[in-house]
C-alpha cells in the first residue's frame, strides 16, 4: 500500500470516520471555540453523500454539499474580532454552536517543555488560581501516534480558560497567549498539541520527509506496514506478557527458594560494573539497547558511631522505577524518572563496618538507570556522609536479547510522520494566526540533521495550511547539563547553532532564547513564565508587524580582529550592550587562533561592540560564545534580553 500525505484541500482523502446519515462537525469545530479574525473561515465535516448543508454565522449563510464520501467543506467569509456569536449547521439535523468568539488563534506544538502543566511551574499554583480569562480559550489535543494521516482528532474540546481548565493546560502557551490578549484586546485561542520526549520528524508529513535522504528509508518501511501502531503494540504487549510468564523471562534476583539479588551473602565475582549516576544505555555495551530490570548494589563502609543510628539513603533520579533495598531489606521505592529518590533506614538495619545498598532498577523505556548529580548520592548518618557516586556491581535480571523486541522502541510516538498523522493533520484545515514551538531535545546528536529537518518541517506546515508566511516561533533549547571548565563542543551547542540557523535564514520565524532560564540538573526548568513571554515579543514582532518592540537580545553579525584583539559587531541593540558578571568569573566568551584551540577571552563592551582579548592568544580568529550545555548568559541588551549562543567559525569538532 502507497502512503498518502497530500494536504486536506489537495485531493488526498484522509482516514475519515465513516460516514453517517446527520450531519457532524470535527471535535476542533464546536462551542466556545475561537476563529481567526480577517481571513476566510475553512469549515468542514461530514453528512450523508450529497446532502445539503447550509452554515449560518453573524446573519451570513453558506450552503455546500457532500460529496460522495460525505465530507463537506465551504468558507465563511472573514470576521471581525469579537463574540461570543452562535454558529448554525444544518443539513436533515441542526447543529448549534454557541459562545464562538472571533479573535486570534494559535497552535502551540512539541515536546514536553511545551507540554509541562501551569501548575507543576514555578509560581504556577499561584498564576492557574488568578487565571479567569474568558476571552482566552483553551484546546487540548489528545496523544496519539498513527501510521496513517486522520481527518478527526482522538477527543478534545474547547473550554475557556479558568484556574480549573489552565492548570494542566501547556503553560508556555497560556503564558503566551495571555500577554497577547493583554496587548492587543482580542480573544487568543490556544490549541496545544505537544507530546514529551518526541523528535522533530514525527512531526512531519511524509510528503515533506521524502525530500531528507535521512527519512527515505523509514518512510519505505512504514509504507508496507499495515494495521495501526496501536494494533501492533497490542501484538507485542501479549508477547511480552507471554514472555514474563515463561521462565526466561522470571526476574532471576527473586526466584523462590534461592538469595534474592539483595542478599547481603550473595555471591557477587560474576557481576560486572557500571558508573553511577549514569544512564546505562549511555555507559554499559551490553545496556546499550536493553529494557527490562537491573539490579545494581554497591557495600557501604560506615564507622562504629553510626551503628544503631538512623540513615538517610539519597539516589538522585532512577529511570524509571525503584525498590530500595539496605541490608537485604526493602527501605523504599518510587515511580517516576524525575523524582528525586530520598529514604530513611531503619536505626536497626544500621551496622559499623560493612553494609549493602541494592537497587532494584525498572526501565520501561528509552534510558534507564540512576541519573542526576553524583552530589545527590549519598548516605547520611549523624554528621557523616559517605558519597554514593562511582562504581556500582550490576547484573540485568534477564539475559539480554531474550525478551521480546518492541516494534518501536523509542515508542510508536517517536516514528517518522507518526503525530502529523494523528495530531496535526485532523487539525487542518482550521485557519491560524500563527504557531509556537518547543522541540529540539530529542534531537540533539543530530543537529547537522536538524538543520535541514526543522525548516523542511516549517515549510511543511505552512504548505498544509496554504498560509506561505504562516507566522512560527519557537524556543531555542535551555540551559541543561554541566559543563567542564574548560572550553568544550557539545551536542546541546550544535543543536542551538540549528535553531539559530533556521530564525535566521526562514522568513517569518523568530526564535525566544532561553539559555538564562534552564536547569544544570533538570531538562525541564520551570521558568515558564518568561519563555512565554519571549515568545510573545517575537509574536508582535513577527506576527504583528510592530516594529517598535524589542523581541530579540543581541544578534551577533561581524567579526573583526584588530591588534590582537576581536572586536564583535551586533543588530538588536535594544538600547546598548550589557555584559553580566558570571558566578565563575568567565565572560563565556572563548577565542582561538589558527590552532584552533579555545581558551577563555576577557571581554568589555565598547560602544556597540564587545571586544576580546586572551593571554597566549595573540593572533585571534574565531569566537564562541556560550558554546557548551549550559554556560552563563553574560551578554544581553538594555531591554534585558539575552544574546543566543554562537560561533564565528564553522571548524569540525
Same mark, same amino acid.
Given at each position: 500500500m502507497?502512503?498518502?500525505?497530500i ?12 460516514? /453517517?446519515?446527520?450531519v457532524?462537525?470535527?471535535?476542533l ?7 481567526q ?10 453528512a450523508?453523500?450529497?446532502?445539503a448543508?447550509?452554515?449560518?454565522f453573524?446573519g451570513?449563510?453558506i450552503q455546500?454539499t457532500a460529496g460522495? $464520501?460525505g465530507?463537506w467543506?465551504?468558507?465563511l467569509?472573514?470576521?471581525q474580532?469579537?463574540g ?5 449547521v444544518?443539513?436533515?439535523?441542526? %447543529?448549534r454552536?454557541?459562545?464562538?468568539l472571533v479573535?486570534d488563534?494559535?497552535? *502551540?506544538?512539541?515536546q514536553?517543555n ?5 501548575r ?14 474568558p476571552r482566552i &480559550?483553551?484546546f487540548n489535543v489528545?496523544?496519539r ?7 478527526e482528532l482522538a477527543?478534545g ?5 479558568t ?8 503553560a ?5 497567549? &495571555? $500577554? ?5 484586546n482580542v480573544?487568543?485561542g ?5 507530546w ?12 515533506a520527509?521524502r525530500?531528507l ?5 523509514k518512510?519505505?518501511?512504514?509504507? /508496507?506496514?499495515?494495521?495501526s501502531?496501536?494494533?501492533q503494540?497490542?501484538?507485542y504487549a501479549t ?15 527473586l ?5 534474592t539479588?539483595?542478599?547481603t551473602?550473595?555471591p ?6 557500571m ?8 555507559s554499559?555495551p551490553e545496556l ?5 530490570v ?5 557495600d557501604?563502609?560506615?564507622p562504629a558511631?553510626?551503628?544503631g543510628q538512623?540513615?538517610t539513603?539519597s539516589?538522585?533520579?532512577v ?8 541490608n ?6 518510587t515511580?517516576g524518572?524525575?523524582?528525586?529518590r530520598?529514604?530513611t533506614v531503619?536505626?536497626?538495619?544500621v551496622?559499623?563496618g560493612?553494609?549493602? =545498598?541494592?537497587?532494584?532498577v525498572?526501565?520501561?523505556g528509552?534510558?534507564g538507570?540512576?541519573?542526576g548529580?553524583?552530589?545527590d ?5 549523624g554528621a557523616t556522609?559517605?558519597?554514593? *557516586?562511582?562504581?556500582?556491581? @550490576?547484573?540485568?535480571a ?5 525478551q ?6 523509542g515508542?510508536a510516538?517517536n516514528e517518522p510522520t507518526?503525530?502529523?498523522?494523528g495530531?496535526i493533520?485532523?487539525?487542518l ?7 509556537i514551538? @518547543?522541540q529540539?531535545e ?7 540533521q536538524y538543520?535541514?529537518?526543522f525548516?523542511?518541517?516549517i515549510q511543511d506546515w505552512r ?10 516561533l ?5 540551559g @541543561?547539563m554541566? $559543563?567542564? *571548565?574548560?572550553?568544550?563542543?557539545t551536542?546541546?551547542?550544535?543543536l &542551538?547553532e540549528a ?8 522568513p ?7 539559555l538564562d532560564?534552564?536547569?544544570?540538573d ?5 521558568n515558564k513564565?518568561d519563555?512565554?513571554h519571549r515568545? *510573545? %515579543? ?6 504583528y508587524?510592530d516594529?517598535?518592540v524589542?523581541a530579540?537580545?543581541?544578534t551577533?553579525?561581524k567579526l573583526?580582529?584588530?591588534g590582537g584583539?576581536?572586536v564583535l559587531s ?5 538600547g546598548?550592550l550589557v ?5 565563575d ?5 572563548? =577565542?582561538?587562533?589558527? $590552532?584552533e ?5 576577557q571581554?568589555r563592551?565598547?560602544?556597540?561592540t564587545?571586544v576580546l582579548?586572551?593571554?597566549g =592568544?595573540?593572533n585571534?580568529v574565531?569566537?564562541r @560564545?556560550?558554546?557548551?550545555?549550559n554556560r552563563?548568559?553574560?551578554l544581553y ?14 571548524w569540525?569538532?
Amino acid at each position: 500500500m502507497k502512503l498518502c500525505f497530500i494536504s486536506l484541500f489537495a485531493g488526498c482523502l484522509l482516514v475519515v470516520p465513516a460516514a /453517517q446519515a446527520t450531519v457532524r462537525l470535527p471535535r476542533l469545530v464546536g462551542s466556545h471555540m475561537v476563529l481567526q479574525r480577517n481571513v476566510p473561515l475553512p469549515l468542514w465535516g461530514w453528512a450523508a453523500p450529497g446532502e445539503a448543508v447550509n452554515v449560518t454565522f453573524r446573519g451570513k449563510t453558506i450552503q455546500t454539499t457532500a460529496g460522495p $464520501d460525505g465530507r463537506w467543506k465551504l468558507s465563511l467569509p472573514a470576521q471581525q474580532a469579537g463574540g461570543p456569536f452562535e454558529l448554525e449547521v444544518k443539513g436533515t439535523n441542526t %447543529l448549534r454552536l454557541t459562545d464562538v468568539l472571533v479573535g486570534d488563534v494559535w497552535l *502551540a506544538s512539541g515536546q514536553s517543555n511545551m507540554e509541562w502543566p501551569l501548575r507543576d511551574t514555578e509560581k504556577g499554583a499561584a498564576a492557574a488560581a488568578a487565571a479567569n480569562h474568558p476571552r482566552i &480559550r483553551l484546546f487540548n489535543v489528545p496523544n496519539r501516534a498513527e501510521l496513517r494521516p486522520q481527518a478527526e482528532l482522538a477527543g478534545g474540546e474547547w473550554q475557556a480558560c479558568t484556574p480549573q481548565s489552565v492548570a494542566g493546560f501547556s503553560a508556555v502557551a497560556y503564558y503566551f497567549g &495571555r $500577554d497577547l490578549q493583554q496587548q492587543y484586546n482580542v480573544p487568543i485561542g490556544l490549541i496545544a498539541s505537544e507530546w514529551g520526549g518526541t523528535a522533530a520528524e514525527a512531526w512531519t508529513s511524509a510528503e515533506a520527509l521524502r525530500k531528507l535522504p535521512d527519512f527515505q528509508p523509514k518512510l519505505a518501511s512504514l509504507a /508496507q506496514q499495515t494495521g495501526s501502531f496501536a494494533e501492533q503494540e497490542a501484538a507485542y504487549a501479549t508477547r511480552l506478557s507471554a514472555w514474563q510468564r515463561s521462565p526466561e523471562g522470571q526476574d532471576q534476583g527473586l526466584v523462590p527458594g534461592q538469595l534474592t539479588w539483595a542478599d547481603t551473602n550473595l555471591p557477587t565475582a560474576t557481576w560486572k560494573t557500571m558508573p553511577l549516576p549514569g544512564i546505562w544505555e549511555a555507559s554499559t555495551p551490553e545496556l546499550s539497547d536493553f529494557d527490562g530490570v537491573v539490579w545494581l548494589r554497591r557495600d557501604l563502609t560506615l564507622p562504629a558511631s553510626a551503628a544503631g543510628q538512623p540513615l538517610t539513603l539519597s539516589l538522585a533520579q532512577v529511570d524509571d522505577a525503584d525498590s530500595t533495598f539496605f541490608n537485604g531489606v526493602a527501605v523504599g521505592g518510587t515511580q517516576g524518572y524525575a523524582t528525586p529518590r530520598r529514604y530513611t533506614v531503619p536505626a536497626n538495619l544500621v551496622r559499623a563496618g560493612r553494609n549493602v =545498598v541494592t537497587v532494584r532498577v525498572t526501565d520501561t523505556g528509552s534510558g534507564g538507570g540512576i541519573w542526576g548529580k553524583p552530589a545527590d548520592m549519598t548516605a547520611t548518618v549523624g554528621a557523616t556522609t559517605v558519597p554514593l *557516586a562511582g562504581e556500582w556491581l @550490576y547484573r540485568p535480571a534477564s539475559t539480554p536479547g531474550s525478551q521480546p523486541r518492541p516494534p518501536y522502541p523509542g515508542g510508536a510516538q517517536n516514528e517518522p510522520t507518526a503525530l502529523y498523522n494523528g495530531m496535526i493533520a485532523p487539525l487542518l484545515p482550521y485557519a491560524l494566526k500563527g504557531v509556537i514551538w @518547543y522541540q529540539g531535545e530529542s534531537n540533539a546528536g543530530r543537529a547537522g540533521q536538524y538543520q535541514q529537518l526543522f525548516p523542511a518541517l516549517i515549510q511543511d506546515w505552512r504548505s498544509r495550511w496554504q498560509q506561505p508566511a504562516l507566522p512560527f516561533l519557537f524556543v531555542q533549547l535551555a540551559g @541543561y547539563m554541566h $559543563d567542564p *571548565a574548560t572550553p568544550a563542543d557539545t551536542d546541546w551547542a550544535h543543536l &542551538r547553532e540549528a535553531q539559530r540557523h533556521t530564525s535566521l535564514t526562514v522568513p517569518k520565524t523568530g526564535m525566544a532564547v532561553a539559555l538564562d532560564l534552564g536547569n544544570a540538573d533538570d531538562i525541564h526548568p520551570r521558568n515558564k513564565q518568561d519563555v512565554g513571554h519571549r515568545l *510573545a %515579543l517575537a509574536a508582535r514582532r513577527v506576527a504583528y508587524a510592530d516594529k517598535a518592540v524589542v523581541a530579540s537580545g543581541p544578534t551577533f553579525t561581524k567579526l573583526s580582529p584588530v591588534g590582537g584583539q576581536l572586536v564583535l559587531s551586533f543588530d538588536n541593540l535594544g538600547g546598548g550592550l550589557v555584559l553580566k558578571p558570571a558566578a565563575d568569573g568567565i565572560t563565556s566568551f572563548a =577565542v582561538a587562533g589558527p $590552532d584552533e584551540k579555545f581558551v577563555w577571552a576577557q571581554a568589555r563592551v565598547e560602544g556597540n561592540t564587545v571586544v576580546l582579548r586572551a593571554e597566549g =592568544v595573540p593572533n585571534p580568529v574565531a569566537v564562541r @560564545y556560550a558554546w557548551g550545555n549550559n554556560r552563563p548568559a553574560t551578554l544581553y541588551n538594555k531591554a534585558g534580553l539575552p544574546a543566543s549562543p554562537f560561533r564565528s567559525d564553522t571548524w569540525p569538532r
